[in-house]
């Protein structure tokens, strides 16, 4: 049973370029959250997606930052014109449906330098 | 403003000792608290999950307490292996529409040396 998986590990991109992250969630699991984790700070929530729905993205800037969670394939947070301050570490987590206290379960992450 | 603020930032123990890592928040509405450990250059990993009627929880040598009224809750590890070197993070929920809104603490880097 694969845990969390993303991809890249690392993405390097120049100014202007775009940058696409990839999560696939634990098998079953059909929430997800991505996290932004600036070097020397706490994660940071972003977006919490089920399929096909963004239920919370209230944590995501307002330009250049979207997200997707197609009823198949991964997950998918795509960042348009990257800066330099989007420099970070991208992780991604993936709970289970159902009521009540839910575990997130993190992947690896994905680390973005823009040059 | 919703925040979890840890210390000590860094902790050096060497390999057999206890310590115990603390964690304060103002969170509103308190849902849960939980501990994670991070190595370098992974995720997170879960250790323990508090709600608000829970004021101890075990997990091996982890052990995390709770204090509501105070805020305030503290990670001990008990006979410290080299492997537990790792960022030790507090993290808080906040009870939203269905949302588990994490909201992290920094995290205290703790290194086990033999």
Redesign the interface.
Known sequence: NAGVMQNPRHLVRRRGQEARLRCSPMKGHSHVYWYRQLPEEGLKFMVYLQKENIIDESGMPKERFSAEFPKEGPSILRIQQVVRGDSAAYFCASSPLGQGLREQFFGPGTRLTVL | KNQ?EQSPQSLIILEGKNCTLQCNYTVSPFS?LRW?KQDT??????LT?M?FSENTKSNGRYTATLDADTKQSSLHITASQLSDSASY?CVVSAT????????????TRLQVFP
């Open positions: 979890v849960n994670y250059g992974r995720g997170p990993v879960s999950i709600t993070i939203g529409s269905g949302t588990d809104k994490l909201i992290f603490g920094t995290g």
